[in-house]
């Protein structure tokens, strides 16, 4: 069963520009210490020159340039600066709604991944400053996909993909310049519509002793309502949560998996149609996942996005809102502040 672009993913906004200063300054805010009040950091309104709705923007390793991704099948990178934007690159290859756009690693080189409505996952390489080429296009999925979520760095250079056909597919660059393909079947049988890379440093690492091998665990939220958990172990993917993670209502929008920093706890966000945010957590490796209601926002959640350190979250919703919540010492979270369009 497929599902169409209209409902797939919805036009976040009306306007491109006003989207991108709010999503800009989530990420200022990400990057703030917390108490900084809106006032204190004045946002600046970008003009994207797209022609149509803008469904995401990424801000690169540096702060230095924005990807964004737009129904008018076009990805722009533009250069910002702390007042000032200006437009760098238009990469023209996919032939329906962009959705998603995801920076590689700097170590890689100059690596984007975008994917589509025409069911087509590109990275794109910078050779020349601001000349984009197709490093690899990628078009085995049978349906729009969804997102796309580059691995930490130390696990090499991998791209999870989530797929209105259900599947997730995994590819990981060779030394030779190809690449190899693994994927997990019918993930969400009904749809993908959202993946998130764990941390690769083991949970409890930080406090225990001896060395870990990374972690190559995988999020996914689908059109079936769950959030479920996925392992790399003995060359291939195995389902890590049972039963799969069932307290939204509706389908889930975004998910996203915590930094933790060696510590033995484990936490993912998730939003839903349903309007609400829920934060999962596992207390150690091998526990049980228990989810919390963040909060009930009366309209879908669109998106959830950590800090560098994973102790504020990011909530964009249907209402034009971006909000910011922290964990109290009590385990209870309180909202910090908003993010003013």
């Given at each position: 069963m497929h599902v169409s672009a209209s409902r797939q993913r919805h036009e976040e906004?009306?306007?491109?520009?006003v989207y991108l200063r709010i999503q800009e300054?989530?990420?200022?805010?990400?990057?703030?210490?917390?108490?900084?009040?809106?006032?204190?950091?004045?946002?600046?309104?970008?003009?994207?020159?797209?022609?149509?709705?803008?469904?995401?923007?990424?801000?690169?390793?540096?702060?230095?340039?924005?990807?964004?991704?737009?129904?008018?099948?076009?990805?722009k990178i533009i250069g910002v600066s702390s007042s000032s934007s200006q437009p760098l690159a238009t990469l023209v290859g996919h032939q329906g709604p962009v959705w998603q756009v995801a920076w590689a690693h700097p170590k890689?080189?100059?690596?984007?991944?975008?994917?589509?409505y025409d069911g087509k996952v590109i990275i794109w390489k910078e050779g020349n400053q601001n000349e984009w080429v197709q490093a690899y296009l990628f078009d085995e999925h049978k349906a729009s996909v969804n997102s796309v979520c580059w691995a930490p760095h130390e696990l090499g250079l991998t791209l999870a993909c989530g797929s209105s056909d259900g599947n997730i597919s995994v590819l990981t660059a060779r030394s030779d310049g190809g690449w190899d393909k693994s994927r997990i079947e019918q993930a969400h049988p009904i749809g993908v519509t959202s993946v998130s890379w764990a941390p690769s440093t083991a949970p409890g690492a930080l406090v225990g002793s001896g060395l870990l091998d990374p972690v190559q665990k995988l999020s996914?939220?689908?059109?079936?309502?769950?959030?479920?958990?996925?392992?790399?172990?003995?060359?291939?993917?195995?389902?890590?949560?049972?039963?799969?993670?069932?307290m939204h209502t509706d389908w889930v929008r975004d998910v996203a998996w915590a930094p933790n920093l060696g510590l033995p706890k484990s936490t993912i966000a998730s939003c839903s149609q349903d309007g609400k945010v829920i934060i999962w957590t596992a207390l150690k490796e091998g526990d049980q996942w228990n989810g919390k209601v963040l909060a009930d926002f009366g309209a879908?959640?669109?998106r959830v996005s950590w800090s560098l350190t994973g102790n504020i979250l990011a909530v964009a919703d249907g209402k034009n809102n971006v909000t910011l919540w922290k964990e109290a010492v009590d385990g209870e979270?309180?909202?910090?502040?908003?993010?003013?369009?």
């Open positions: 906004v009306e306007e491109g520009s300054r989530r990420q200022e805010y990400l990057f703030s210490p917390v108490g900084i009040k809106s006032e204190d950091m004045p946002g600046q309104k970008i003009e994207t020159g797209h022609q149509d709705v803008v469904h995401d923007v990424q801000m690169d390793y540096y702060g230095k340039r924005l990807a964004t991704a737009s129904s008018d099948n076009t990805i890689f080189g100059s690596l984007l991944a975008s994917c589509s996914s939220g689908g059109c079936d309502n769950t959030v479920k958990v996925w392992k790399f172990e003995n060359g291939t993917w195995r389902m890590d949560c049972f039963p799969a993670l069932h879908p959640v669109w979270w309180q909202q910090v502040t908003t993010v003013d369009p």
